[in-house]
Each structure stands twice: as C-alpha cells, then as structure tokens.
C-alpha cells in the first residue's frame, strides 16, 4: 500500500448523496409525549448536528438535519406526575394488568416499530455516523430483543404459577414492579442499549420517564406515536433537553424508584446524589471500561490481530466493550504491530452508507480535538503513531483517522483514560504481572481479551483476572452479546446486571402470598385462583 501523508477528502457534495439516504427537509420536532398525549413545545430548541459534513463552494459545512425541544424542569415534573400517576402507588390500570395482558400491548407495539425501521436507520447513519450495515444491525437486534424478553417473561410467569410448599407453609411468588423509573440511554446505541433497559422496565409493570440520548435523539421520532397510542396514558413518558434542566429535578424530589442509566460513573454519581433517598433507588447502570486485550507470545498470530482490530475499531471504538488498550508480549509486538497497522490501512472510510466503509464521522463535538491531545500526550511521552504515514492521527473536519500508539507507558494520559474512539494503545509487555497489575489496579472492571493458545497459561490468567472483570473473552474481542447472557461490570463500569432475563429481574420485586398448610386455607386459595379473583394470585399458563 502507498504511503499517504494526509487524509484525502471523505465527504461528500448534496449531490453525490444516494438519493434513498438524502435528507431533504429539516426536520424540527417539537413533540414530546406526557400523559397519553403528543405535545407540542413553542419554546427554545436544540440545533441537532450531524456528523457528516456536505462539501460546498465556501468549504466543507457541517449538515444541520434538524431540531429537538429544549424542555425545562417544568415539563420534566410534570412527566414525573403522569407517571406516578399511572402507576398509583401498584394500584394503576397497568401495573395491575396480568402479564398477558401487558405482553399484548408489547407486541402490538414491536409490530409498529418494524413499519419505522427505514426511517430510523437512515437516522442513526447521520444522527451518530454509525455505518449502515450497523444501523440496520442496531434495529434489527432491538426488535429481536423486544421478541426474547416477551418469550423469557412468558417463561418466567409459568414458573411462578406454580404453589411452594415449605415447613407447614404454602405460597406463591411473583415479581412485581417497583414504580416510577427513569431512563436514559447512551449517544453509541441511541436505540438498542436504550430500549434493553426502557422495554423491561415497561413489561414488568413499571410506568416510564424517558429522556432519548444526547446524540441520536431524532430517531426516537419514528416512534413516538406507536408509543402514545398503543401503551395507556402516564405509562411511558418521553422528554428533551439538557440533563441538568430535566433530570436533576426528576432526582431532586426522590420520587424516582428505579433508575437506568447508560453513560460516564461520573454523570451517574452526580444524579443519583441527587437523589434524597439513595437507599430505595433501584441502580441499573452501564458506565466506563478501559478493556484491555492480552496477547500471549504463543497467540494466534492472525487471530489476534483481526479481532483487535474489530475490537478497538468497531463503529470507530465508540462502544464500552471496545477493547481500549492492547497488550502484547515483547517477543512478538514487532511482528503484531506490523500486521495490525496493514489491517487497519484496508479500513475503508467514508459516510456511513458507504459500501464496506468502516470508518465513519465523530457525533460528538470537540472529540477530534479531544483525541488529538491524546496523541500528542502520547507523543510528548516517548510513543509514536505507527500508521503515521497512513493517515494515523489525522483530522478532517468531524472525521479522525484511526492513530496506533507504540509505545505506551504508564506516563500517558492514554494508558488510563477511556478514549471512547478511534486511538489504539498498544504496550509491550515482559512478564504476565505486569498486566494483572494494570488490570487490578484500573477503575474499571468490564471484560478483558486473551489471546493465547497455551491452555494452562490461560487458565492462570482467567483465574487472576475472574475477581477484577466481568467477563472474560478467550481469543475473541470483548462484546456485549449474545443478549441472553448477562452483561454487567464490576468497580466503576457498572451497577446491576442486564440479559434478557436479567433485565427482568432487576426492574422488579419477589413478592410472596403465603398462608398454613390448612384445609380452611387451602379452600380459599382454591377459590380465588378457579374464579380468577387476582392478578397475581393464579395458576394460568401463558402459552
């Protein structure tokens, strides 16, 4: 491949945009939903910025695709209020639904949301430069999330129709809800990650305030009138605006019962100090990771380098399971450096609709800026960028070229930050110590990569590392999935834990229905079980 010394030009004119991805209008929503019903807001509105810059006669300008309502604490309360409302202290319409009932308006929901799913992946694409194969992958797996949480709750219920029998007592346990919650979800997966948390909290009978991410908040649009019309009023309440206008005052007043929240442990300690009852709020929370990756001496060469780089580089490493730093043995960091460096130089960018691009624009703004400090503290510290000479570390306007770092120390502002992008740390490392040192002293204790093919080598380092993250990855990059399998953290990289089933679990309660193991009671639970008489107290299977 042909050194290159600056990054040729990525965008596009309006013209050379496919016509099927084009957006023509500005699309100014006012809409926000409160208490079953579509408001319309007159007041200040947000600017949303895409990250795709159009190529014009004055130079490259940033595309304005629209705007989103600026609502204030005034507006937030009163989502606040609908939702207590709805829910009534476990007394509203829909916490007292059965579980069939609620799965009903679910799936009535889902088979909506597929009819938008043109709408809302075009939306993504220039809402956060998220690719479109990624795109149509986020949606495609949020609806197939929707499906398996209808499935395991299903499961779940039939499990608890059943009666235990313990010591002279007879009960039944259900999971019921636990209130009022708020969720908020992240600018990475402005759909997926949101609704993993949104779609339980509602299915398990809680009411809902929902406030879309900062980035990628336009593509909840699509949605907004399935959601009023098909859940019942006060059940799922959506705003906007800034978070400290909003969402410190939903905290403020401790009416919040649970809480989901994708985002910094920082914006997370900050809200939930806020809130003036910290014991009865229910945490769910998906926070930073610093993943590392572990490349033994006796690594599968090719292997290790092709998932390292779809780890450190998928959706331009903007995801929490990234694999954000790269350790690799002495013996073989020349040989895997130059391999990793010819990987990432066949990364194709472009815009995200691109055929095969991979490399994409930054939604957030200042992160060019923010990454290229990175570099230059690297640099300033002894490392250099390996794929200089391709392009590495260059910027150009919102787009920035992957930088390998060689080598990182402990002095480097990299080796410990989470750079949330597209900067690949790479350390050398001598003795396997050095780098459980590094993991047990982090901050963060999300997944780790081993890349090895000694089987009591990785087994020593499972077993140190098994107490310091939560997931462990055997020649593969970290991730999040399959859905099925629990997904959580450990020290500042979360709070809780989320699966399909999990996720069910975490947004609700045992509850327990006991009585002697006597006739006379026997009789009458017999009774209002054969006439139907309770929601929770019952025998029926959803099949």
Same mark, same amino acid.
């Given at each position: 491949m042909d050194t290159i010394t600056t990054m040729p030009s990525i965008f596009p004119a309006a013209q050379d945009i496919p016509t099927q991805y084009q957006i023509n209008e500005f699309i100014e929503q006012r809409e926000y939903l409160i208490d079953g019903e579509l408001r319309q807001w007159q007041g200040p509105m947000n600017q949303v910025q895409s990250p795709v810059c159009i190529e014009t006669m004055e130079g490259y300008q940033q595309k304005i695709i629209g705007s989103s309502p600026l609502l204030t604490s005034k507006e937030s309360l009163e989502a606040l209020t609908a939702a207590h409302?709805?829910?009534?202290?476990?007394?509203? =319409?829909?916490?007292?639904?059965?579980?069939?009932?609620?799965?009903?308006?679910?799936?009535?929901? !889902?088979?909506?949301? &597929?009819?938008?799913r043109d709408e809302v992946v075009k939306l993504l694409m220039w809402e956060i430069g998220k690719t479109l194969a990624d795109s149509t992958k986020e949606f495609d797996r949020t609806v197939t999330y929707i499906q398996d949480t209808i499935n395991a709750l299903k499961d779940l219920d039939r499990r608890s129709s059943k009666f235990e029998i313990e010591s002279g007592v007879i009960a039944q346990i259900r999971r019921v809800p636990l209130g009022v919650t708020l969720c908020m979800g992240p600018y990475n997966y402005p759909l997926n990650e949101t609704f993993t948390t949104l779609i339980p909290a509602l299915i398990m009978g809680n009411t809902v305030v929902f406030k879309p991410a900062k980035y990628g908040v336009l593509l909840i649009r699509p949605l907004l009138k399935a959601f009023c019309d098909i859940f019942p009023k006060g059940v799922i309440n959506i705003i906007y605006g800034r978070g400290r206008d909003t969402v410190g005052a939903l905290m403020e007043t401790g009416q919040v019962d649970a809480f989901a929240f994708i985002g910094t442990n920082k914006g997370a300690n900050d809200l939930k100090k806020m809130h003036p009852k910290p014991h009865k709020l229910r945490s769910v929370l998906g926070l930073d990771a610093k993943n590392p990756g572990i490349v033994l001496p006796d690594a599968d060469m090719e292997n290790a380098v092709a998932e390292c780089v779809t780890g450190s580089l998928s959706y331009n490493g903007q995801r929490c399971t990234a694999l954000k730093i790269l350790f690799v043995h002495r013996s073989i960091v020349e040989e895997f450096l130059g391999k990793f460096t010819e990987a990432v130089n066949h990364l194709k960018p472009g815009m995200p609709w691109d055929e095969g691009v991979k490399l994409?624009?930054?939604? %957030?703004?200042g992160k060019t800026d923010y990454l290229a400090g990175l570099v230059k503290d690297a640099e300033r510290h002894g490392a250099q960028v390996v794929n200089a000479g391709y392009g590495g570390g260059e910027v150009n306007?919102?787009? =920035?070229?992957?930088?390998?770092?060689?080598? *990182? @120390?402990?002095?480097?502002? *990299?080796?410990?930050?989470? &750079?949330?992008?597209?900067? !690949?740390?790479?350390?050398?490392?001598?003795?396997?110590?050095?780098?459980?040192?590094?993991?047990?002293?982090?901050?963060? $204790? &999300?997944?780790?990569?081993?890349? $090895?093919?000694?089987?009591?080598?990785?087994? %020593?380092?499972?077993?140190?590392?098994?107490?310091?993250?939560?997931?462990? @990855?055997? @020649?593969?990059?970290? &991730?999040?999935?399959?859905?099925? =399998?629990? =997904? @959580? $953290?450990?020290?500042?990289?979360?709070?809780?834990?989320?699966?399909?089933?999990?996720?069910?679990?975490v947004f609700s309660i045992r509850a327990i229905v006991a009585t002697k193991d006597q006739e006379s009671n026997k009789d009458i639970v017999r009774s209002i079980v054969k006439e139907g008489h309770s929601s929770f107290l019952r025998t029926d299977y959803i099949l």
């Open positions: 409302k709805a829910y009534n202290k476990g007394q509203g =319409f829909w916490p007292t639904l059965k579980v069939k009932e609620r799965i009903q308006y679910m799936e009535v929901f !889902v088979t909506e949301m &597929q009819k938008q994409t624009p930054l939604p %957030e703004p306007e919102t787009y =920035f070229h992957p930088a390998i770092l060689y080598p *990182v @120390n402990d002095q480097m502002r *990299v080796y410990r930050e989470e &750079q949330f992008g597209p900067v !690949v740390p790479v350390v050398a490392y001598d003795n396997i110590e050095e780098v459980i040192a590094y993991v047990v002293s982090s901050n963060f $204790g &999300q997944q780790a990569s081993i890349f $090895g093919r000694d089987p009591q080598k990785i087994a %020593e380092l499972i077993d140190e590392l098994y107490h310091q993250v939560s997931r462990i @990855n055997i @020649n593969a990059q970290c &991730q999040r999935g399959p859905d099925v =399998f629990p =997904f @959580n $953290g450990r020290k500042d990289s979360a709070e809780g834990t989320l699966s399909v089933s999990d996720a069910l679990r």
